[in-house]
């Protein structure tokens, strides 16, 4: 789980609202933008090749099939809490929750996790997503494909490791090359 969503995870776990956690699990372990994580339907869950998936609808209006993690597998299935259709996330109307929901209920969560931030947001925990995946050795192509950045370019300037020597090229050319394969 990443840095950011260890902080958030427990809080909204024990969270009255049960949208909560799943929003938690959608943006920072899924990495997905808030427009696609509000905008995730019942029925975009499904299963393909014996995985669980959600189908997601980014930028573009590009499809893609993002597998599921037991744990946000679990947290989604907790907020929908039995329904057939409609949207995952729901605002404390009942609606299909906004960004501007999203918003709120994270600055709410993180009040009440006592973690202390200038400005909270959605996207704070996709770019923990996509750091914590760099920081951890994550092949830059591999983080590209999971954020679903068009650009690799885009992806790079997450990459606050990129001067750490201890992840340079050189060393696994080395490793592959003394190991004779």
Not at 47 to 56: C, I, N, Q, S
Not at 136 to 158: C, E, F, N, W
Request: glycine share 8%; aromatic share 4%.
């Amino acid at each position: 789980m990443c840095a950011g969503c260890r902080k958030f995870a427990p809080t909204a776990r024990l969270s009255a609202n049960r949208n909560d956690f799943a929003l938690i699990a959608l943006l920072g372990l899924l990495g997905l933008r808030v427009f696609e994580a509000c905008g995730a339907n019942i029925v975009d869950l499904g299963e393909e090749h014996g995985h669980r998936v959600l189908k997601v609808r980014g930028r573009g209006d590009k499809t893609v099939l993002v597998p599921l993690p037991p744990a946000v597998a679990r947290a989604i299935e907790y907020a929908i809490e039995g329904r057939e259709h409609g949207p995952i996330l729901r605002n404390t109307l009942g609606r299909r929750m906004d960004r501007h929901a999203a918003a709120r209920r994270l600055r709410l969560l993180s009040a009440t996790a006592g973690i202390r931030m200038p400005r909270m947001h959605p996207h704070l925990l996709r770019h923990t997503f996509v750091t914590t995946m760099l920081d951890a050795g994550v092949s830059l192509r591999d983080v590209q494909i999971a954020a679903r950045h068009a650009d690799p370019k885009t992806t790079m300037r997450y990459d606050r490791a990129r001067k750490n020597l201890d992840r340079h090229p050189n060393y696994i050319l080395a490793a592959s090359m003394a190991s004779g394969t």
